[in-house]
């Protein structure tokens, strides 16, 4: 049932220079580094001049002249250099930022300072070292303000990071104009954003430092922000998303139930959220839409048959829109998927028949404001008569997963077969498009729906009868069968990846078995899947037998876990004394107006809660600096979270709101001993 995958590697690791070195403690002090500015303008905070380590740049920096160590008597300044890096690899980051002061000798033995930064997170940090990339370009509105304000001992290294990334692309679009070379600069500003400075340092740190302070944090004050609302405009229940950094906020809006529907775009600027003015000549209501992880300030939307990109004017609040494609009047978008990497891939289907009709994938120009037309696959009358049960998308490792099934002759065998399309399939064209078929060994059922796990490293999918089946991609994306669960709880009504919880890491995976209990499935060392602890909840009396799980989150260090259900919340913890335990229950009733919600806070690990007990009221649960579960805080509503994604990327928003209710966010800001916590 359960099968190993030999020789393939899981992808998600830091590469091997980044791991932390043989010995190193385990310790848990704040890395620092020079001071600098937000880009507001704003000075930061600086940490003691004894303490600061060398400007963290690819190249080491000059040390003062005079400060040689080449005829120095000392004995500890000749030791052969092994055995240094041996005693400097036993020493905290910032002990070794101070070693790199001493003289040149020292210098020459440690590591370069975003190395020494790098280990020191995979050691103390190692869930930040999966952090996503829009942390880090969100840093300078969102999150860097918010550290200022508490006075974070990493805000320093955290303004040089970003800094360096805004210098490394003033550099790039200087080259640009003074060489230009389009086609070259496009593949440098690739190449950066996938560098340790850009992609990886930047927002794991900011990652760190945000959980940390929550943490620490005796209390949490959140802040009502309104947002500009039309009066006699409802919100589209479920129609809303956050932009990756953090700083967009899109909305669905209409007037009537009937009515055409209309985007509306917020921003976050001068520490508030501001209506963003959308320039469109077209005017057909409007359906999906997503924002782009890359590039940056891009968001996507359809409008019956136009698929439109807008963009944001420098220096203002201004989006304009231009044409990505317009469709056949037969055709409509069955569904669009922005990648990691910038490219587009959109899912058509005929209107008469609602089949899938084709593929088409766009990839953005040199310039990265627009997008071309790259490859079409349209699928034949033999192929649309496959029924197609199900899709899943995995934008940061750029991969997209179709699923058909199909029963001919109708008493025979099911043929179910997985299409897992990405690029470098082909090493002849590494830059196209293609597709890895898999046929599974399953004919007594049919496929129903999949998801991927957080980096694409595994594929889940749902048989007919409610069984679990979990694979791995190996480097063809073949399917490698992982895991075989007999049965579960499925909600049919709500998409698979909310019924399920994968830990960041991709080594846990928490399943629904009943309304009361959860199945945790651990990966060991050797990667072989198991079965881990059973959590138990305990009974409601006002909970029907036949509830059903609406959404599940666990946090990316694993130890607290929440499971919404339409009639009730759950949150276990995972102690460090205790191990896993049962601490919230909240259940509605028939008399409540509005049914119990919760979101999960990334990356500060909180669970945020809105319940009738009688009045409606928001909670915030999180752990401590002991690691304990505590109440954080608990506050008056007068309108639910929205829904069970109603957090910002960054945990530092939450959208309310309610059927007839203008939207409202409340948005975390620094507290000093605001509230008591409650411990569980």
């Known amino acids: 049932m359960i099968k190993r995958l030999s020789g393939s590697e899981s992808g998600h690791s830091s590469p091997s220079a980044t791991q932390p070195a043989a010995g190193e403690p385990d310790n848990k002090e704040q890395p620092g580094a020079p001071p600098g500015r937000l880009s507001s303008g704003q000075t930061v905070a600086t940490a003691c001049a004894s303490d600061r380590p060398t400007r963290l740049t690819g190249e080491r920096t000059i040390l003062p002249e005079g400060q040689v160590s080449a005829d120095t008597p000392s004995l500890a300044q000749n030791l052969p250099d092994l055995v240094l890096q041996k005693i400097f690899g036993q020493l905290p980051l910032a002990c070794q930022c101070r070693c790199a002061r001493v003289c040149r000798h020292w210098y020459d033995c440690l590591p370069s300072p975003k190395l020494r930064l790098m280990r020191w997170l995979q050691k ?183 698929v439109l990109a807008w963009n944001k004017e420098p220096d203002s609040q201004t989006w304009h829109d231009s044409q990505l494609c317009q469709l056949p009047a037969s055709c409509s978008v069955f569904s669009f998927f922005p990648m990691g990497d910038g ?147 499925y909600n049919p009504n709500v998409p698979l990846g909310r019924q399920i919880a994968f830990r960041r890491d991709e080594k846990q995976l928490a399943v629904s078995l009943s309304p009361r209990q959860i199945q945790l499935l651990d990966c060991d060392a050797s990667g072989r899947w198991q079965y881990g602890p059973l959590l138990e909840a305990p009974p409601a009396p006002d909970t029907p037998a036949s509830d059903l799980p609406n959404d599940i989150k666990l946090s990316s260090n694993g130890r607290i876990l929440a499971r919404q259900t339409h009639w009730r919340v759950d949150i276990w913890h995972q102690d460090p004394v205790e191990g896993w335990q049962h601490r919230v229950l909240h259940a509605s009733r028939g008399d409540h107006r509005f049914f119990q919600q919760a979101c999960l806070l990334e990356p500060s690990e909180l669970i945020c809660t809105s319940i009738e007990d009688p009045e409606l009221s928001l909670q915030i649960y999180g752990p401590d600096h002991q690691g304990r579960l505590v109440r954080k805080t608990c506050r008056p509503l007068k309108a639910p979270i929205s829904c069970p994604d109603a957090a910002s990327p960054d945990g530092l928003s939450v959208l309310l709101g309610a059927r007839r209710t203008a939207p409202v966010l409340l948005q975390l800001v620094p507290s000093r001993g605001h509230g008591a916590c409650q411990l569980f």
């Not at 990071?161 to 210098?167: A, H, K, M, P, S």
């Not at 802040?223 to 589209?236: C, S």
């Not at 293609?434 to 694409?456: A, K, V």
């Open 343 to 489: 490219d587009l891939v959109i899912l058509t289907e005929l209107e008469e028949t609602a089949q899938l009709s084709s593929l088409l994938f766009y990839r953005r120009t040199e310039d990265g404001r627009n997008w071309n037309a790259v490859m079409t696959k349209t699928f034949t009358t033999q192929e649309r008569s496959r029924a197609l049960r199900c899709w899943a998308a995995e934008p940061r490792s750029c991969q997209l997963a179709l699923a058909t099934s199909m029963r001919h002759p109708e008493p025979g065998p099911f043929i179910n077969t997985v299409h897992i399309w990405r690029k470098g399939l082909n090493p002849a064209c590494p830059e196209q498009w293609t597709s890895q078929n898999s046929i599974l060994p399953w004919h007594n059922r049919s496929l129903e729906e999949i998801t991927y796990s957080p980096d694409g490293h595994y594929l889940l999918g749902v048989l007919s009868g409610f069984q679990i089946c979990l694979w791995q991609l190996d480097t063809q994306c073949r399917l490698q069968e992982q895991l075989v669960l007999p049965g579960w709880l």
């Open 124 to 306: 103390n940090a190692p869930q930040s070292c999966l952090a996503d990339p829009g942390l880090g370009r969100g840093f300078s509105d969102r999150a860097g303000p918010f550290l200022q304000a508490v006075k974070s001992p990493a805000l320093p290294a955290l303004t040089h990071l970003q800094q360096e990334q805004q210098e490394q692309q003033e550099q790039q679009e200087q080259q640009e104009q003074q060489e230009h070379r389009a086609t070259d600069t496009r593949q440098d500003r690739e190449q950066m954003s996938r560098s340790p400075a850009a992609r990886d340092l930047l927002p794991r740190l900011v990652h760190h430092s945000l959980n940390k302070q929550l943490t620490l944090a005796s209390g949490l004050k959140l802040h009502l922000t309104p947002l500009e609302w039309p009066k006699g405009t409802e919100p589209i229940t479920g129609k809303f998303i956050f932009s990756p950094c953090s700083r967009w906020l899109a909305l669905a809006c209409q007037t009537q139930p009937e009515s055409p529907s209309h985007l509306r775009l917020y921003g976050w600027e001068n520490g508030a959220w501001q209506r963003c003015q959308l320039i469109s000549e077209v005017t057909t209501s409007v359906g999906l839409f997503k924002f782009s992880p890359m590039p940056p300030d891009t968001l996507f939307s359809v409008h019956g048959i136009h």
